[in-house]
């Protein structure tokens, strides 16, 4: 009764979604044109080349690329796929729009998305849909996609994080049994206990790390609205983390740190990924999402054996809101055959094969509650399924705020300090934090 | 690269009285159309790729731009708030320590690189070949060896420290340490300019010299305070203030090695107008931040210039 959970727990945020998107909505300067006059093109012949610049694991760009050489064959426009490294390609896109050489298409996740949408540089495909095309996808992550009255990207995938661990390592520790449902799921105490033993029986290997690098900072809220807080209030105007919970919070990421539980060097201004560690055997449990388990399973091999299970609670479960969309700029010389591969890419067919080949989550409704057929460890992805049904509405509804990247940046900036040091005290960091988060809001 | 010779003016042209002016115009104006035309495509070049942008440079830090879409005006905003930006003295301060540190050592390590090369010794050439091999190593590419050579869990580096019983150190997770592992590649990058700046000018020290100062007694340690250094002044001169000004752009190492952190302890001044410029799209800011940058390295520039113009005069 997994996915039904899911489905309801998804369209209840619908609504919370739908204002999140008015809010975003905040009077941009300029609005996305729409195409000339030239009618839909919905069915038919495509001509010319359209690219799609994305970043993706070999999987995930294996898929994209068999996509589009079907998508070729069925409407004849040809697709190219390139591809770029992951902490690239925001500064990558970003400067081909500012020398109008954008490419036609490109992969975003749904907290960057408002911040393109909010500069004009996304087509606005309502010529090419139509009203019915939206009620297919989570009305949550369809509501992100909306800016200014106007649908600027298709939702593709969503991600989460779970506990991804080294079953030799907690053989070794003594740990038989991990948590097995939602409702069983470790408390902070006990991951405490358990890094515990890791840490004694397996000398010279760091217990754990979280995956909060760089983009991925944000996933820092997970232990946060675990404790009980959140980031902003309801009115998504002013920062709440000047709370009890908060600084629970982050004393508690500290205290991992400073028992010796924590990798050192893992922190989130380098790009040092727990994801590329966790093979080599010198860390035994990292927070991962779902979207690294064809990659790990392929660094990994058979050298010892892993498994997943869910993230701890305090207050509450919580994880985070990750995922990407596909969006079509305005500038791209071939809109037309773009808009209709990135229709092309969310139909039902090809999102199930995508989320099977590389073990994301889809987004469409009449795929909740399907049982996909995923190529790796498919034994695992029930995990994360449910795991994905603990993302709090708050959360979801800052992390798609046009001025989120702002908001990853202010952790970027200011948790390092804390972290990495044993003497900082923790109203310096909430201090910095809130002044770096009210300026981004502010922008 | 300065070289240390002294100019002399051409000879002028005979003068009869009446006629000077017209004599001289006439052969100076071919030599000065002659010049111009030489100059000229070095010229576009410097127009286009460094004059231009420059001037842009200053029109950008005036505005609010985030890179695409629109640009609005805000005068001398960005100059008021990078006074309050807590970070941007963090960085400067990091790039004045960091400068402090980097530029004695790189001259002592060059010094002592062309001192020990200066002498014959078999290979010698190759020996100088490999000192000055990391100079032309790209930036960015130094920088991926050594961050897994610094890596503190993976990395041959504190795998080497913890066999011989030292404990390991935390190259990216303590700032202090962070900032040692930067200065460690820079100044390994740096020997080999040095080494050959200090060799031309050990090259052009007189044997006489020498000769004269062991009959006074000057040999080994006392050759070197009382001849060597003295006579190196100029070329010691230079060099700092090169290093200087190569110390305040630091950028590409500390980019891939640490992108900053932790936190801001490696944060510097280039590094910090990058990050604020593209990854929080404050183009404008990032051009003022950019325009100060300019403002100091110009200081030492100068300085450099008349030190230089005035010991070619003397």
Redesign the interface.
Known sequence: MSQLDRRTFLLSTGLIGATAALAACSGG??TPTSTGGAPAVSTGKLSGTVTLTTWGSDQEVAAFKKIAADFTAARGAQVKIEVLPYDQI??VV??R??ANQAPDLFRVSYTDVT?YAA???LADLSDHIDSSFGQQFFPGLWAAMQYDGAPIGVPHHTDTSALVYNKAHFAKAGITSVPDSLESAWTWEELVGVLGKLKTANPGV?PFAFNYQ?FGAYRWFNTLFQAGGTVLDPSMKNVTLDTEQAKKALTWTQSLYTQGLH???V??????YPDE?FP?Q??SMIQAGDFLVPSLDGAIAKKFEWGVTYLPHDKASATDLGGNAVVVTEGSPNKDAAIEFAKFLVTKENMQYFCEKTTVLPVRNDLADAKLAFDVKPDLMPVFQKQATTMPEALVKTSTLPSF??IN?ALV?????????PSATVDSVVGGLTTAIQKALQV | MTTVVTRRRAPEPPVRPGRRRRVASAALKAERRAGLLMASPALLVFTLFMFIPLALTFWYSLQRYSGFGRMRFIGLDNYAAIINDATFWTASLNTLLYTALTVPIGIVCGLSAALLLNRWMPARGLFRALFYVPVVISGVASGIIFLRLFDPIVGILNQMLTTIGLPAIDWQGNGTWALVSIILVSTWQGIGFGMVVYLAALQGIPREVYEAGTVDGAVGWKRFIHITWPLLRPTTFFLVVYSIIGSFQVFDVVYVLTRGGPGTSTTFLVQYAYDQGFNQRRQGYAAAIGVIIYLVVLVFTVLQWRFSKSRDDA
């Open positions: 300067s300029e925001r500064t970003d400067r729009l500012q911040g500069n004009g540089v760091s760089l990798a050192p060097s922190l989130v201004k380098r790009p040092t560690i080599t010198k860390i990247p702002g940046q900036d200011n948790m390092d300090q804390f972290l990495s040091n």
